[in-house]
């Protein structure tokens, strides 16, 4: 019984870490580096433009796509890719555009 309750009390103590590692990244930061390295091709911006051409899609878009989550993200951007430049990335600036992105859903 004691060891029952000394795991659940492990569980519940673990909890806010969860949440917390859940919230990495802080998406006001992220917008700057958002104009930094990605406004020449993307548009950035929290309310996009129509966009002048299909060949890139603007931070808006990637956001709403369904298969947009914080790990999909992560691996695209550090994955390197012919019609991407290689930038790298401080691990909290990836943390931050990862954060600013996903602020773009829509509620």
């Given at each position: 019984?004691?060891?029952?309750?000394?795991?659940?009390?492990?569980?519940?103590a673990?909890?806010?870490?969860?949440?917390?590692a859940?919230?990495?990244g802080?998406?006001?930061?992220?917008?700057a580096?958002?104009?930094?390295w990605?406004?020449?091709c993307?548009?950035?911006?929290?309310?996009?433009?129509?966009p002048?051409?299909?060949?890139?899609?603007?931070f808006a878009?990637?956001?709403?796509?369904?298969?947009?989550?914080?790990?999909?993200?992560?691996?695209f951007?550090?994955?390197p890719?012919?019609?991407?430049p290689?930038?790298?990335?401080?691990?909290?600036?990836?943390?931050?555009l990862?954060?600013?992105?996903?602020s773009?859903r829509?509620?």
């Amino acid at each position: 019984m004691l060891r029952l309750l000394l795991t659940c009390s492990m569980l519940i103590a673990g909890l806010p870490c969860l949440s917390a590692a859940a919230q990495i990244g802080d998406p006001v930061p992220g917008e700057a580096v958002a104009r930094t390295w990605c406004a020449n091709c993307h548009d950035v911006n929290r309310a996009p433009r129509p966009p002048a051409t299909d060949a890139v899609p603007s931070f808006a878009a990637i956001a709403a796509m369904p298969s947009t989550t914080s790990m999909s993200l992560r691996v695209f951007l550090q994955t390197p890719h012919a019609a991407m430049p290689d930038y790298q990335l401080e691990r909290h600036e990836l943390d931050d555009l990862v954060a600013y992105i996903l602020s773009l859903r829509a509620p």
